[in-house]
């Protein structure tokens, strides 16, 4: 095996077009637009031989087996679902440490040995059929369970019999962003879907016009009964949630991934079933807790950048008579479940959870003691359980369910994973940073405790930014992968996201994207300025909104980073909105149609801004070949420029996964293979040497 040479490399060429827009009066010339047509022959061809070259690259560095076989070895321990609590029965996933895909178990008390109910790495022998999601009928008896196929974020819901393992003969199809709400007698559920596709538009259409739709158990998808729909609100999704008592059908009402949405509701014991509009201003975000009778609890944003709990009568439903249950504090409300009638509350506080149990009237119960700094990812339990289970992580520990007395606040652990490496064996340290304006915001730095802090080791810079979205300490192998080889793992909270409330997120959104990428370039100076990193040990890399905030920092500042690792992001700020679900991103970007957005959004668009003077970092660029979340033509048409454009001898790579998506229900298999490839290109690019 030879080491490879990036000077010897040529790269697939790739036809680059006349083709120009004019938009707003701008010449936006778009030379590789005939890649959007991801399954012409053409297109077809380019990704082949794209993969010919990474492969051949990726085969030639000599640590690479080494890696894969210390990310297997550090991926294989028992990996446990937070359970579902069903008419006395427990329902949760469990991987026994390698296979693709977890299994479903259950089990009728905690002390009984759990029973498989559902295995779909019997389904397809690559293990690209997921199970994305389940619901549970109120009697336990039945499970309505979504499937998906090569990552795609289309699902396919059938009907399994608990007791039996049988699967009835019902088939739901064209259903994204949905869950199913069973009615309290288990005959069906409500759920929402789309209208079919055209057949070669399946991953590319835009997803217009979603309706709710009411299915009776052992019947045809045809002969269900549309709900509701709203042609004159193309944009709407309906996400519904039977109430406890199974009196009424809650329906959120969202745009897009815009954080406002709508509070709509069924009252099912009434004959005519008129739809009422509860919450109809789209002025904030309600978050549905659960209800007593005609009391409803949200989580909502109204007039609280961080979060409080309100109560709702369905009665009275005039905001003067609302009643605030948990105030707005200084620590971020994140999530809060109501749970054997108290609210389990999680809250970030600089970016770290903190677990509290309160009771309905506001009143503080007691804190619950978490093992570190670290994230309570989920919670899950109803007003009618005792227990409440939650997924506590940190950089170094992986998801640990708990089980939580809500009376007592006694926690126990509910399944304690054997680990094949010792968590104590890393540090995780948080310093604050100061971007262009002097706005702070916060870095986690992780380490092995062994591995030096002088600045010779390769540090790995990772961040998003952007959708109100959180990054707090959480476990992944790929981290840890690299921190046991010797890395450095360091994360950075940016504006955009949600550590700090809806001024932090809005303080990165729209006109002011800006400043995530200013915040993200401040973070990669002070890991230089302070010894943590040295620029040419300095990689950074991000995913889908953080593989736009890589590629915007790669081609504003090509000369202060070692390497990039951009994944399936959002390349071209001008067309992202024409594809799939694109059009919702709206929200956070702005629409490239507003002639002052155009120009926010072409100054940093990743595609648009690489210059043919430039020599760019090694670079490698992953996607899936039906991404139908951020559309790969992004990837493509960002690789081809790149490699068209680069005045330098560093690599251009672009690594495209085959029957792969966004990277929902990725096998294990593919998983470990994009691990091993990414981290065997930086240590390659980064000279990191031999692995501890």
Request: net charge negative.
């Amino acid at each position: 095996m030879t080491d490879p040479d990036p000077t010897a490399l040529t790269y697939p060429k790739a036809r680059a077009s006349e083709h120009v827009d004019i938009l707003h009066g701008v010449s936006v010339p778009d030379p590789y637009r005939w890649m959007e047509e991801i399954d012409s022959e053409e297109t077809r061809e380019w990704i082949a031989a794209q993969n010919g070259l990474t492969a051949a690259y990726l085969s030639g560095i000599p640590l690479r087996e080494s890696i894969r076989l210390r990310v297997k070895q550090l991926w294989d321990f028992e990996k446990f679902g937070v359970p579902e609590q069903r008419n006395g029965r427990l329902f949760f996933t469990r991987n026994d440490g390698l296979q693709n895909q977890p299994v479903l178990y259950w089990t009728d008390s905690i002390t009984d040995e759990p029973k498989p109910l559902l295995d779909v790495n019997a389904l397809a022998a690559d293990g690209t059929i997921a199970l994305i999601d389940f619901a549970l009928s109120e009697d336990a008896k039945f499970l309505a369970y979504g499937l998906a196929e090569a990552g795609s974020d289309w699902q396919e819901w059938r009907i399994r019999e608990v007791k039996t393992g049988r699967d009835l003969d019902d088939l739901l199809r064209w259903t994204k962003f949905t869950h199913p709400a069973w009615t309290k007698d288990g005959d069906g559920f409500f759920y929402s879907r789309f209208d079919p596709p055209e057949e070669k538009a399946t991953y590319k259409a835009a997803n217009y016009d979603q309706k709710l739709y009411y299915h009776r158990l052992d019947t045809h998808q045809d002969e269900d009964r549309l709900v509701y729909e709203r042609p004159d609100h193309p944009e709407w999704r309906f996400f519904c949630e039977t109430t406890h008592d199974g009196r009424h059908l809650v329906i959120t009402v969202g745009k897009g991934t815009h954080r406002e949405n709508g509070i709509f509701y069924l009252d099912l014991d009434d004959p005519k079933r008129d739809m009422v509009e509860l919450l109809s201003e789209f002025d904030a975000a309600y978050e549905f807790l659960g209800s007593d009778a005609a009391l409803c609890y949200f989580l909502t944003n109204l007039d609280a950048p961080r979060s409080r709990v309100i109560g709702v009568d369905l009665a009275r439903p005039d905001r003067a008579d609302w009643n605030e249950i948990i105030p707005e504090t200084e620590d971020v409300l994140q999530a809060v479940k109501l749970v054997g009638g108290r609210f389990v509350a999680a809250s970030l506080r600089d970016a770290h959870s903190r677990l509290t149990v309160i009771d309905k009237d506001g009143r503080s119960r007691h804190d619950v003691a978490l093992p570190g700094i670290g994230s309570v990812t989920l919670i899950s339990g109803r007003s009618c359980d005792r227990h409440a289970y939650y997924l506590y992580t940190s950089f170094a520990t992986p998801g640990t369910v708990y089980r939580l007395d809500t009376q007592t606040g006694e926690t126990t652990v509910f399944r304690p994973p054997q680990l094949p490496f010792d968590s104590d064996a890393y540090v995780t340290e948080q310093i604050f940073v100061e971007s262009k304006d002097q706005t702070r915001f916060p870095l986690f730095i992780s380490r092995k405790k062994t591995a030096s802090s002088e600045g010779v080791s390769p540090t790995y810079l990772y961040g998003y930014g952007g959708y109100n979205i959180p990054l707090s300490p959480t476990f992944s192998v790929a981290h840890l992968a690299w921190m046991d080889m010797g890395g450095v793992y360091v994360q950075a909270c940016l504006r955009g996201g949600g550590e700090y409330g809806d001024a932090w997120h809005e303080a990165g959104s729209k006109a002011n994207r800006q400043n995530v990428f200013d915040d993200f370039i401040a973070a990669a100076e002070w890991l230089i300025a302070n010894n943590v990193a040295t620029r040419q040990k300095l990689a950074i890399g991000g995913r889908s909104n953080g593989g736009l905030l890589v590629g915007a920092c790669m081609t504003q500042r090509p000369d202060l980073y070692g390497a990039c690792l951009p994944a399936v992001g959002v390349m071209d700020m001008l067309r992202f909105h024409k594809f799939t679900v694109g059009w919702g991103w709206v929200s956070d970007y702005g629409s490239p149609d507003d002639p002052a957005m155009f120009k926010v959004l072409h100054a940093y668009s990743p595609y648009h801004n690489i210059d043919s003077d430039t020599a760019y970092p090694p670079t490698l660029i992953t996607t899936g070949d039906h991404d139908d979340r951020v559309y790969p033509a992004h990837s493509y048409k960002f690789a081809a420029r790149l490699q068209e454009r680069q005045a330098g001898p560093a690599p251009i790579l672009i690594r495209i996964d085959t029957r792969a998506g966004h990277g929902l229900g990725k096998p294990t298999d593919k998983l470990i293979d994009e691990i091993t490839d990414g981290w065997s290109f930086l240590w390659h690019v980064l000279g990191g040497g031999s692995i501890e």
